[in-house]
Structures are given as C-alpha cells and as structure tokens.
C-alpha cells in the first residue's frame, strides 16, 4: 500500500503537524464500536485541534478518492457507500501485503475523518477525545450519551473486510440520530 501524495495545498503537512503533537495518545488501536464498548462507561473532551487534523485529513480523503479511483466525494450520506467501496479495495490490497499498522494509518484517518465529517458536516457533533477503559483517542460526540471513533471503524474495515462494513456503520450512526431515539 503506497501512502497518498502530499497535496499542493498542504493539508497533509497541517495534518501531520497535529499528529506530530498527538503521537503518545494515538499508539492506542481503538475498539471498533460493539455492544461491549456500549456498555463500558466512556467521556469525551472537545478538542479544536482533533478537529482540524479531521478536517485535513478528510480533505485528502476527497482527493486521494478522486485521484486514485475517479470518484468524487461531495460530503452526503450518501457518499459514503463510496467510502465502503474504496475500504474494500483497500482491505483486499491489505490481505495481500499484510503491513503493518502504521503503513495503512494514513488510509484509516483519511476515511474515518471523511465518515466524521459527512456525519458532523449533516447531522451536527463534534471531534476530540474519547477516553474508555484508560485509553485515549480521537473519536466524536454526537448527543451527550453518542460516542463514536470513525478511525478505529475505518482501521478495522482494512483489517477485518466487509464485517466491519463503513456504510452499515453509518447508517448505524443514522439511526441513533432519529427522533425519539433512546441515547
């Protein structure tokens, strides 16, 4: 798996910076979302700088989508079944090579902070820390008791396949945000 090329802009370079920062608490692989995770107690802190390295890095997403597969992304609902065809290119490019983690964590945070933002960009949340069982990671709040993390999601669909599918993820996080639905 090849890395994505800086774009002229330099939002890779923003993001990287941000990283840079955030290295010690992103060593943590974290949980995709289960009903064990449900269950455990978890808080969040709002952090802008979560935020801008999302904003980064979905950026990319939309031009590394464009580049390499000739797909244009235009932040809907929607556009993440685009997403889930690009995931299951990647996980079937990861069956074959088998790299390691930190060779595919450009791809994990590119789609996991595009999944991010079409959700936060449409249906409202924010990005920062999540802290569950002692661990800490960038993952979002969306309602107060509505915690997810889109780059564990998007890690394990490159690593699991299609079990860990990011459009049925979405359309999850979809239904938690209908009306009169029990946070």
């Not at 090849?2 to 840079?20: D, M, Q, S």
């Not at 556009?79 to 390691?100: F, G, N, V, W």
């Not at 933002?117 to 993952?139: A, D, S, T």
């Amino acid at each position: 798996m090849k890395c994505p090329e800086t774009t002229n802009n330099g939002r890779i370079a923003v993001a990287l910076g941000v990283t840079i920062a955030l290295l010690a608490a992103l060593s943590w692989s974290p949980p995709a979302r289960t009903e064990q995770a449900e269950k455990a107690v978890a808080n969040f802190e709002a952090e802008p700088k979560v935020q801008q390295m999302a904003e980064a890095y979905s950026l990319d997403m939309i031009d590394y989508a464009k580049k390499q597969f000739g797909i244009e992304l235009n932040w809907s609902d929607e556009s993440i079944r685009q997403i889930e065809q690009i995931a299951d290119t990647l996980h079937k490019a990861y069956e074959k090579d088998r790299p390691p983690i930190d060779k595919i964590a450009p791809f994990y945070k590119m789609m996991g902070s595009y999944v991010g933002e079409v959700f936060r960009r449409n249906h409202g949340g924010e990005w920062g820390w999540v802290i569950l069982e002692g661990n800490r990671f960038p993952g979002m709040q969306h309602k107060p008791s509505n915690l997810f993390w889109p780059w564990g999601k998007a890690q394990h669909r490159i690593v699991n396949g299609s079990e860990d599918n990011l459009w049925h993820y979405y359309a999850f996080l979809l239904r938690q945000d209908e009306p009169g639905t029990k946070q």
